[in-house]
């Protein structure tokens, strides 16, 4: 059991009123206590390397507003030169995305091969940034629809406010969640699913092996497609199909206490710290746990750590606990899918749920509104906790910190065209 109380979820989960408004909106509706977290982060080419880029976070009435640290005067040219970059695609790819309806169907590589974004600028900042929020590798990164990836970061909701976090856990979500459900059921396997005519017909076993078969009105696989896949028994063989072709990665998290896996620097250290090895097929961030809230902070007594995807293995003494994980990727190709699903949800009264489901990035967000919309197609009334985006404008911090954006960009672009 680690050494803390609160924040026991690996990985850390966070999120964003901005992005996660359905969510937040849920939360506060349950009751959830969340608080804002710094997730400001460092970049470096190696796990014993000085840190090439390090923004920190400015704290302001619910908004964090990030700022870029010049690291030396060896190191001042190449951070602005990258933030410069990042700023000039968070102003500009939206423009190009209207202006090109060509870029609909774009990867993010090719987006970023058409415009002419520097291979610096992808492989040393935007791949790393997005594999580590996506925990994918770069050839995933690579191959994301350039729309979902420019909405996250660019649109609406993208950077608009402070990322948090629920204090007490991921339990105690769904602690909330279940508290007036009748009948909650744990450590049973799904053996299968059986969709039919009328009803639909659940055979699993609990803890001690004993087969259960029972029939419903409805059900609703809430859980990852290649789950769905192994259970389902169905006639529609087009779900099976569009259920097949999502892709899975997995990547492994380590809670450990192992400081050696920091920067060596301890002015580079930060909330999260990304390694961008040459070799390796994907980012490593090892997340300094004690700065992330005021609650961690308090909480614990001795730096501990959590490493996704470490290239540099802690050392075994200094383990806490060792989980894979599997994580959805989406491509230019996934939406025919999400559309199969989506049109034949409730054939044999058998409905889907999960973040795969909808064309975004596939966080926590996106699950909530599959649910949502699942929820509305079998006539339940849901205005007390979804969020109306029909009312909500784009927000006055997002339209202030494009402005940002776009003062950095020029100033920035004088650094570019020197180095």
């Given amino acids: ?15 964003s009123e901005s992005y996660y408004p359905n969510l937040t909106k849920l939360y506060r509706a349950l009751g959830v206590k969340y608080q804002a977290a710094d997730y400001s982060f460092s970049c470096r080419a ?12 400015i704290f302001l009435k619910g908004m964090a507003l990030p700022v870029p640290m010049c690291l030396g005067a060896q190191g001042m040219i190449s951070c602005l030169r990258l933030a410069y970059q990042f700023a000039h695609f968070v102003k500009h790819a939206p423009r190009y995305m209207d202006e090109d309806p060509a870029c609909a169907d774009m990867s993010l590589g090719t987006f970023l091969e058409t415009h002419k974004y520097s291979k610096e600028f992808a492989f040393l900042l935007l791949y790393p940034m997005l594999s580590v929020v996506c925990t994918c590798s770069y050839k995933a990164v690579d191959a994301y629809p350039a729309e979902i990836i420019i909405d996250y970061f660019a649109n609406k909701y993208g950077l608009s406010g402070a990322q948090c976090r629920a204090y007490e856990g991921t339990q105690d979500v769904v602690r909330r969640l279940t508290s007036s459900v009748s009948r909650v059921v744990t450590s049973a396997t799904i053996t299968h699913v059986e969709a039919g005519g009328t009803a639909c017909i659940l055979e699993w076993k609990d803890h001690t092996g004993t087969l259960h078969k029972e029939e419903y009105d409805e059900v609703v696989l809430a859980m990852q497609a290649n789950a769905s896949l192994q259970v389902l028994r169905t006639h529609v063989v087009s779900q099976l199909e569009a259920l097949a072709s999502f892709k899975y990665e997995k990547k492994r998290v380590v809670l450990h206490t192992d400081a050696s896996l920091m920067p060596p620097r301890s002015r580079d250290w930060s909330p999260l710290n990304i390694v961008v090895e040459p070799t390796a097929d994907a980012a490593s961030v090892t997340v300094w746990m004690n700065a992330i809230d005021t609650s961690l902070r308090q909480e614990l007594s001795a730096p501990v750590f ?3 995807n470490p290239t540099v293995e802690p050392e ?42 909808r064309y975004t990035m596939p966080l926590l967000e996106n699950g909530v509104k599959s649910a949502y919309e699942l929820a ?8 007390d906790v979804e969020f109306d985006e029909h009312k909500q404008g784009t927000s006055s911090y997002n339209a202030t910190l494009l402005g940002l954006m776009g003062v950095l960009a020029s100033v920035g672009a004088l650094y570019y065209s020197c180095a």
């Fill in 1 to 15: 059991m680690p050494p803390f109380r609160s924040g026991r979820d690996i990985p850390l989960r966070v999120f």
């Fill in 306 to 308: 959590q490493t996704w």
């Fill in 46 to 57: 190696g796990y014993h390397l000085h840190a090439y880029f390090r923004y920190v976070n």
């Fill in 376 to 383: 509305t197609a079998m006539g339940i009334d849901i205005a």
């Fill in 316 to 357: 075994k003494q200094t383990v806490i606990c060792d989980y894979a994980f599997e994580r959805p990727v989406v491509t230019t190709s996934s939406a025919s899918a999400m559309r199969v699903l989506k049109e034949t949800q409730g054939r044999g009264h058998v409905w889907f749920v999960g973040a795969y489901c």
